[in-house]
Every structure is written in structure tokens, then in C-alpha cells.
């Protein structure tokens, strides 16, 4: 079983995997064995080759998603190289849980619905082309997806208490303009809304 956490930066979905690692001797986060690192060089440098891995595996699949993809609009050519490796690492990362890992309990913190919440924080003018691209991302869904819905004023107070040298782009973002809080909470209930929309995945909805 794979389970997929949904939330803006700062609402817990690390803090409730570590929990739930503890708590289950045979549950995995593989984000933590194939893609972090606590140097950014090398978390960019594992994206890029699990990128090469899913397009040698699935040269067909990865062409139709790159057309897709292609058809979102981005804020800068740097924007969308860093979207692109971010999208197709994790669609990797999610292969391998079928295959290789198909006897853990698997969950991420970081699954496909949480990289198309990142696509849409970075693009604009692109809602259509990014419905059909999380459309066209169905098989990699998990089998549960647990939404944190977290009130603003908690968000924000959990961003700026942060101290760590990376933090997340909303992080940086909220100190030049508190209203990106409201966009991201507004855009990951979307992307909530359209799971429940394209599938019968089971949507666990965690209120704050």
C-alpha cells in the first residue's frame, strides 16, 4: 500500500512521517533512500538520475507526460527545468514503490499531488493544462492520500519559526508577501477537490 501526504510547506506531513515510521516497523519512505540529501548539490544530482531511470523505463509514458508538461506555462525557463526533474523524480520514485518495494507500507511525504501544487505555486495562466496533466498522472497516485488542512495564521508561524539554511520556496516567499499563503492554501484545496474528481482514491482530509 502506498499513502501520499497532501499539504502546503510547514503544515507537518514531515513531523506525521516520522511518526508514522515509528509507529509501523514495515512502513518506508523511499523519498528518504533515492532522493534527500542534506546537501542541495546532491538531492539536485539524485532528481536528475531518477529522472534518466523513468525515462529509460518508460520512454513512451515519459514522452506523452513531457508533452503535457510543456504546455504549462512558468515564471522562468530556470522554474520550469526545476519543476520538470522535481515532477519526474517523484513519478520514478513511485515506480520503484510498486516494483521494489511492493511488500512495504509506503508512504511520502512528497507524491504526485504535492508536485502538482508545486507546478501550480510556480506557473500561471495554465489551470487547464495542469488538470490534464494531473489527469494524465493517475496511475501514479497512491492508494491513500491524507490532505493537511492547516488554518494560515498556523502556516505562517511554522515558516518563520523555521531556522534550517534550505526551507522551502513559500518559506523565502512569505517574507516578501504574506497573501502567497492564501494563494497556496487555495491552490492545494484545489488539487484536493479535483483527487476526489478523477479517482476513488480514498482522501483522508487531517483538520488543524
Not at 510547506?9 to 515510521?21: A, D, E, L, Q
Not at 522535481?86 to 511492493?102: A, D, E, G, Q, R
Not at 513559500?170 to 508577501?177: A, E, F, G, T, V
Request: glycine share 4%; hydrophobic share 45%; net charge positive.
Amino acid at each position: 500500500m502506498v499513502i501520499e501526504l497532501l499539504g502546503i510547506p510547514g503544515c507537518g506531513k514531515s513531523t506525521y512521517v516520522r511518526n508514522f515510521i515509528k509507529e509501523n516497523k514495515d512502513a518506508l519512505n523511499p523519498l528518504e533512500l533515492y532522493l534527500y540529501d542534506d546537501l542541495r548539490f546532491k538531492q539536485n544530482m539524485n532528481k536528475i538520475k531518477l529522472l534518466f531511470l523513468f525515462f529509460l523505463s518508460h520512454p513512451i509514458k515519459s514522452i506523452e507526460l513531457t508533452i503535457a508538461f510543456n504546455r504549462v506555462k512558468f515564471k522562468s525557463k530556470f522554474t520550469k527545468l526545476k519543476m520538470f526533474t522535481y515532477l519526474f523524480s517523484i513519478v520514478s520514485i513511485y515506480s520503484l514503490c510498486i516494483t521494489k518495494y511492493s511488500q512495504n507500507l509506503i508512504i511520502l511525504d512528497e507524491g504526485i499531488n504535492q508536485v502538482i501544487w508545486g507546478i501550480s505555486y510556480n506557473s500561471f495562466d495554465s489551470e487547464q493544462s495542469i488538470y490534464k496533466l494531473q489527469k494524465l498522472l493517475f496511475p501514479y497516485f497512491a492508494d491513500e492520500i491524507i490532505f493537511f488542512r492547516v488554518p494560515k495564521y498556523v502556516i505562517k508561524e511554522r515558516l518563520l519559526a523555521r531556522t534550517n539554511s534550505g526551507g522551502s520556496e513559500l518559506q523565502k516567499d512569505i517574507l516578501k508577501n504574506e497573501e502567497l499563503i492564501d494563494k497556496s492554501i487555495s491552490l492545494v484545496e484545489i488539487i484536493a477537490k479535483r483527487v476526489n474528481e478523477l479517482s476513488t482514491i480514498k482522501l483522508v482530509v487531517i483538520d488543524f
